[in-house]
T-cell receptor, first 113, second 112 residues
Framework: GNSVTQMEGPVTLSEEAFLTINCTYTATGYPSLFWYVQYPGEGLQLLLKATKADDKGSNKGFEATYRKETTSFHLEKGSVQVSDSAVYFCALKNTGTASKLTFGTGTRLQVTL | NAGVTQTPKFQVLKTGQSMTLQCAQDMNHEYMSWYRQDPGMGLRLIHYSVGAGITDQGEVPNGYNVSRSTTEDFPLRLLSAAPSQTSVYFC???????????FGQGTRLTVV
């Protein structure tokens, strides 16, 4: 079956530091890949996505590239801000599988001044 | 601009009590889902629906029922609450299989 593995947190960084959160996946076929972000006290919201190999999703300074050869979708940001403190979830969805997103366990990011 | 609305935001139940978590969306989305979020386990799918009158089980359906009488509403029923159902519950909706899912703000449920 499908599975998503994320690096364990929490990740603590100083403001303006470089961020990488690793995500690898196992899936049949050609899944779509997503990063969701959950700010404190809120629901999840889509941060970025990629639907095929070598696609790069980007939003709010975050980027992730769909690497089929390494089955990875690592999240990166060049310079984090305190406002980026949140929990980040990597997720995948197979084509044709109705309404089922498979999530990783989430990685908590804490950015300090 | 309501999106996905969940009620209540917080609830405390005694073991054995029943209750319904409400979820409504105003985006005319066909697909709706319920997830539970537990520490170290990410989000796990409880039940989902691909349209009014159609529901199916997810990964962890035991102890929960759903129905989908309208496109807008997708309530989740706990039949006899157990401490193992203490969790944060999220409802989500989307228009097609591979597009963005929109999540509600969650319901934090504690069963004592």
């Amino acid at each position: 079956g499908n599975s998503v593995t994320q690096m364990e947190g929490p990740v603590t960084l100083s403001e303006e530091a470089f961020l990488t959160i690793n995500c690898t996946y196992t899936a049949t076929g050609y899944p779509s890949l997503f990063w969701y972000v959950q700010y404190p006290g809120e629901g999840l919201q889509l941060l970025l996505k990629a639907t095929k190999a070598d696609d790069k999703g980007s939003n709010k300074g975050f980027e992730a590239t769909y690497r089929k050869e390494t089955t990875s979708f690592h999240l990166e940001k060049g310079s984090v801000q305190v406002s980026d403190s949140a929990v980040y979830f990597c997720a995948l969805k197979n084509t044709g599988t109705a309404s089922k997103l498979t999530f990783g366990t989430g990685t908590r990011l804490q950015v300090t001044l | 601009n309501a999106g996905v609305t969940q009620t209540p935001k917080f609830q405390v139940l005694k073991t054995g009590q029943s209750m319904t978590l409400q979820c409504a969306q105003d985006m005319n989305h066909e697909y709706m889902s319920w997830y539970r979020q537990d520490p170290g386990m990410g989000l796990r799918l409880i039940h989902y629906s691909v349209g009014a009158g159609i529901t199916d089980q997810g990964e962890v359906p035991n102890g929960y029922n759903v129905s989908r009488s309208t496109t807008e509403d997708f309530p989740l029923r706990l039949l006899s609450a157990a401490p193992s159902q203490t969790s944060v519950y999220f409802c989500a909706s989307r228009i097609q299989q591979n597009t963005e899912a929109f999540f509600g703000q969650g319901t934090r449920l504690t069963v004592v």
